[in-house]
């Protein structure tokens, strides 16, 4: 039986691998232009160029993985050359594909076992997930990433080099990565022009906030389980119709000045890293409060919070909250606020003075808030503004402001009823 012979190799690259060569070395140029930039730029600035270095550095590796495979499947050009020539090819573009995929791979890996991990949000749409790996892996990553990323340059040296040489010679290399209608001269002026605009893009190009916040991934905080250890009383609706009293009308009512706070409270906080917030909540807490609007000089709030139960939807982060550099739990379990100096600003709106005690640190704190009261239930909502570093909250690395500001804000939202 006659075997069909084998068909002939094609005379120049498949039109999709020629696509995705002239795109990836484009990205690649660009995405270490913009490595280098990483260190340099500031602010917000910082956290643009690192969700769009993560974008494009994720995307390198989809479309490198989907180069790959079509390398092994698309017919191709047969290799060139003969001996040492034909095995430095080989080993440039392996090498190539070798950083096309183990650079993406290293800084995924950084950034995954980062020690303050940042949410990767692709293009400003799609949440990228971390790698389930331990913090040892942080450094050799560091390591690798550099160690790949600065040989690209050297191998597109080699690279080009390589090509010049085959022009020099006038044989069919340097045609096989251009379409049949392109003049080989023409192609390879255009590929290194288009390679000098994405360097010059990745070097000063613009960084724009691909941060939306409408589809952010940071985790909305865990809704808060009852914050009180003891049971409380069903809350009725702030909208309710306050409760018909049993009392003869005109009797005199000794209305009581103490409130429990109900389920639903919440005491939260936003901090930011980088330019991007980071909202958290504390679980557990617990508020004695005695206000009566008509008797200001007597009211006042102590509030302990535990300062372990800090939950910002990502469980490594907070086991750095707690840890020597932050809160410091092991030493300083609680944080304390209380507050007698009562003011009413305007109608519904009340300012308190106190003193907060965080992280060994006393400092006077002053909250502003709303009060809603219907009949025996009232909701208040407020917030502050603290700096941490007065508190000594973020110490070594973690002390300067570039990166983590200074100030973070608390908001709080009591619901509360009168104790009988
Ligand atoms: C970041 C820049 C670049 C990267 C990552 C890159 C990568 C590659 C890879 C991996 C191959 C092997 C294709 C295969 O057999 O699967 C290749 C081939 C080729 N590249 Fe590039 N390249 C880059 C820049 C350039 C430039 C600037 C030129 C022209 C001036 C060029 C011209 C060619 C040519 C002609 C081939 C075909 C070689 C052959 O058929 O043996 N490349 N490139
Ligand atoms: C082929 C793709 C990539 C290239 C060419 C590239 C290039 C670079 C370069 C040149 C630097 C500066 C290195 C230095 O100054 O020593 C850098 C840093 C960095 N890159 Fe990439 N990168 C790529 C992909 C990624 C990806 C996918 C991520 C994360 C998802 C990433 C995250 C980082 C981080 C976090 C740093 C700072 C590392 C540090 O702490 O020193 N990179 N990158």
Redesign the pocket.
């Known amino acids: 039986m006659a075997s069909t012979p084998p068909k002939p190799a094609p005379a120049r ?1 498949h039109g999709v ?1 020629i696509l995705l ?1 002239w795109l ?2 484009g990205l ?2 660009y995405q270490f232009a913009l490595g280098l930039r990483l260190d340099a730029v500031t602010g917000t600035d910082k956290f643009a160029a690192f969700q769009l270095h993560k974008s494009i550095g994720i995307t390198i590796l989809l479309l490198s993985l989907a180069r790959l495979a079509l ?1 092994l499947t698309l017919p ?2 047969a ?2 050359g003969q001996g040492a020539q034909k095995l430095a ?1 080989q080993v440039v ?1 392996w090498a ?2 070798g950083i ?1 995929v183990f650079a993406p791979l290293s800084g995924w890996i950084i950034v995954s076992t980062a020690k303050l991990k940042v949410p990767t949000l692709l293009f400003g749409v799609v949440p990228w997930p971390h790698l389930p790996l331990p913090p040892a892996f942080n450094q050799p990553a560091v390591l690798a990433h550099t160690v790949l990323t600065w040989s ?1 340059p050297a ?2 040296a080699l ?2 080099a390589a ?1 010049t040489y ?1 022009l020099r010679k006038r044989d069919e ?6 379409p049949a209608a392109t003049s080989v001269v023409a ?2 002026i255009g ?2 022009a288009w ?1 000098g605009l994405t360097a010059a893009l990745g070097l000063s190009g613009p960084l724009p906030d691909l941060w939306s916040h409408k589809a952010s991934p940071v985790a909305e905080p865990p809704k808060l389980p009852n914050p009180l250890p003891y049971p409380t009383p069903a809350m009725p609706s702030p909208n309710a119709e306050p409760a018909p009293t049993e009392t003869a009308p005109g009797a005199e009512v000794a209305v009581s000045c103490d409130w429990t706070v109900q389920p639903g409270s919440k005491l939260g906080f936003t901090a930011h890293y980088g330019g991007e917030p980071i909202n958290g909540t504390f679980r557990k807490w617990q508020a004695r409060i005695k206000f009566c609007a008509d008797d200001l000089p007597h009211a006042s709030i102590a509030a302990t919070v535990t300062l372990a139960s800090a939950a910002t939807g990502d469980a490594d982060r907070d086991e750095n909250l707690r840890g020597a550099s932050f809160f410091d739990t092991a030493q300083f379990a609680q944080g304390r606020f209380s507050a007698s100096g009562f003011k009413l600003l305007e109608p519904g709106r009340y300012a308190a003075s106190g003193k907060l005690s965080l992280h060994g640190v006393d400092r006077p704190v002053r909250i502003v808030f709303t009060l809603v009261q219907r009949g025996a239930a009232a909701t208040a909502q407020g917030s502050t503004s603290l700096s941490r570093l007065a508190f000594g909250v973020g110490s070594d690395e973690w002390a300067a402001t570039d990166q983590i500001p200074d100030a973070v804000a608390v908001q709080f939202t009591i619901r509360a009823v009168r104790a009988n």
């Open positions: 690259y691998a060569h990836l070395a690649l140029v390398r191709r050009p290799e060139f090819a573009h190539f594909y096309m690209l191998l597109i690279h080009v090509v085959h290399v340097p045609g096989r990565m251009f192609g390879v590929g290194v390679l």
